[in-house]
């Protein structure tokens, strides 16, 4: 009876796909938005499979979150009004610190999310996890959507050239797909760029705007930090939309960004970011796990974290190393670092000329590498790092591949012709 529940609410939700305006404005073929969603959903099976797994089953997050969201599922049915209310309750004496993870509201409410949203979930599929994997991805594929339109509407090419990087790079299709907040979290990372894009491009709506606010109050609960950075981006983006210097204006944002990081322990004791930052990584290191990478505190300083960049690049980007082979999960992490490298160098090889870029690109260039360096800094698992970079990696390298000649590589086949 599950099973024939779980096709009949998959049937459903592709038939949706192809009614719902924000899915069939992509210019994409009814049975590529199916296509799409189905990989997307039988990645999440994936996903729970793999932490079914004795060796995982114990530390997954997920089914951790799944069960407390039977409790609550039964609170939403009797009680909904304490259901709603104690999204804003604590056991605390304060809500505790935003950025800091011990007797903190705010690092509980990130979980809360989820399992208040599964809690939900659960009435509509009769709390079978499987079926919510359906859920859940239906939300996760507006924000890929979002952000293929906002490519589609950026660069000349084929669907195909942003297809492949914002639907199949391997980490991100198996991390935010699963039942967890990375998917939540892209989402609302793609529809915040769709449409602060058309508010810049169309003007500014009350209904535009408290869709970016709201969705960029999800990603603050979710991920704190990445709000920031997101911000940041955003500002960046509208100062150099009002100036012909594009990327003088982002350097120019960022520097300042820079500078008052370094100085908010001055401005006020509870903006110290450096110092966060150092106890962020504290955190991390004190964990058990088999990936962890023996890493020295960070002084929070500018010296202290100038002196730690090579060890955060290494992390960000080079993570989990080729010859640092542990077991057989480090295997596709390795495959993908050596993918990443050789489409680096295709693009040093194969790269377009006369090249524009609007504040758009700049956007996605700066916070995905902001994103990936504040990992750096904070991670020290090589195994975790994938996750976390997985987050941005259909961000940058969409950029990548967009500027890629591929015209030039393959002149004999009608796969990568220039039509959208």
Request: a positive charge; aromatic letters at 20%.
């Amino acid at each position: 009876m599950q099973i024939i529940l779980f096709l009949l609410y998959l049937i459903l939700f592709c038939f949706a796909l192809t009614r719902i305006k924000f899915f069939t404005n992509s210019n994409l073929e009814k049975p590529i938005l199916i296509s799409l969603f189905l990989i997307k959903v039988l990645a999440g099976l994936a996903y729970a499979w793999f932490y079914t797994l004795p060796a995982y089953h114990i530390n997954s997050d997920s089914f951790r979150f799944y069960a407390y969201s039977l409790e609550e599922t039964n609170i939403l049915l009797t009680q909904p009004l304490h259901f709603f209310k104690d999204i804003f309750t604590y056991g605390y004496q304060t809500t505790g610190n935003v950025f800091v993870g011990d007797n903190s509201y705010w690092n509980d409410l990130k979980s809360n999310i989820i399992i208040k949203l599964l809690a939900v979930c659960n009435v509509f599929s009769f709390k079978n996890y499987y079926i919510n994997i359906i859920f859940f991805n239906f939300l996760f594929f507006f924000g890929l959507i979002a952000f293929y339109r906002l490519m589609q509407n950026v660069f000349n090419v084929n669907k195909v050239i942003l297809i492949l990087p914002i639907f199949f790079i391997p980490s991100f299709l198996f991390w935010c797909s699963g039942i967890h907040k990375d998917g939540l979290l892209f989402s609302a990372i793609g529809m915040v760029f769709f449409y602060f894009n058309v508010c810049l491009l169309k003007g500014y709506s009350f209904k535009k705007v408290a869709l970016v606010l709201s969705l960029l109050f999800i990603i603050f609960f979710l991920r704190s930090y990445v709000a920031l950075l997101l911000l940041l981006a955003m500002f960046a983006w509208w100062v150099a939309q009002q100036s012909k210097k594009h990327l003088l204006s982002f350097i120019l944002v960022y520097v300042v960004a820079i500078i008052l990081f370094f100085i908010s322990p001055f401005i006020h004791s509870k903006l110290n970011f450096p110092n966060y930052i150092s106890v962020k990584q504290h955190e991390f290191s004190i964990l058990d796990g088999g990936s962890s990478i023996i890493a020295k505190s960070i002084d929070p300083s500018f010296a202290g974290f100038l002196h730690y960049l090579p060890n955060a690049l290494d992390m960000a980007f080079m993570q989990p190393h080729i010859f640092n082979f542990k077991n057989l999960s480090y295997i596709p992490a390795i495959i993908e670092n050596l993918g990443m490298i050789i489409i680096l160098i295709i693009l040093l090889v194969k790269r377009k000329k006369k090249i524009v870029m609007p504040p758009v690109v700049y956007a996605c260039l700066f916070f995905g590498i902001t994103m990936l360096l504040i990992a750096g800094y904070t991670v020290t698992f090589s195994g975790a790092i994938v996750r976390y970079r997985s987050l941005v990696l259909p961000i940058l390298v969409t950029l990548v591949f967009a500027n890629i000649n591929f015209e030039s590589i393959f002149k004999n086949k009608n796969l990568f012709k220039l039509k959208k």
